[in-house]
């Protein structure tokens, strides 16, 4: 069965995303009763994403992991709810071709999926 590009979001990038807000939340000094709440998580969810017991097959790049760490600030503050936060990641993510990158470390891609610098994935 071949991955759809929304399947291969909310499998793999959804939770990686969410792996380093937790990881960046209790950084910041946040318990894991605090952060759950605030990205809408239990506290046995952001223990295991803490731990890499979810989320671990993707590992996100050095500067998309720094981008999420500036975002978190904001999530910390609460100047940005989590919702959001992962909204304008995960928007980035797939604008700078990184959905593709997932894609094609999972499986062969579709014949015809040439993705360039501003394209949609697997148009």
């Given at each position: 069965m071949q991955l759809q590009p929304q399947e291969i979001e909310v499998w793999y990038l959804l939770p990686?995303?969410?792996?380093?807000l937790?990881?960046?939340?209790?950084a910041r000094g946040l318990s894991q009763r605090e952060t759950a709440k605030l990205l809408g998580l239990t506290e046995a969810s952001v223990s295991h994403y803490?731990?890499?017991r979810r989320a671990a097959k993707v590992k996100l790049s050095a500067t998309f992991t720094s981008r999420i760490r500036e975002v978190s600030?904001?999530?910390a503050?609460?100047?940005l709810t989590a919702y959001v936060a992962i909204q304008l990641l995960a928007a980035e993510f797939k604008r700078k071709g990184g959905l593709c990158y997932i894609h094609r470390s999972m499986e062969?891609?579709?014949a015809?999926?040439?993705r360039r610098l501003g394209e949609v994935c697997c148009e």
């Open positions: 990686a995303i969410r792996r380093e937790c990881r960046e939340l209790v803490f731990n890499s600030k904001q999530v503050m609460k100047k062969k891609v579709p015809g999926c040439s």
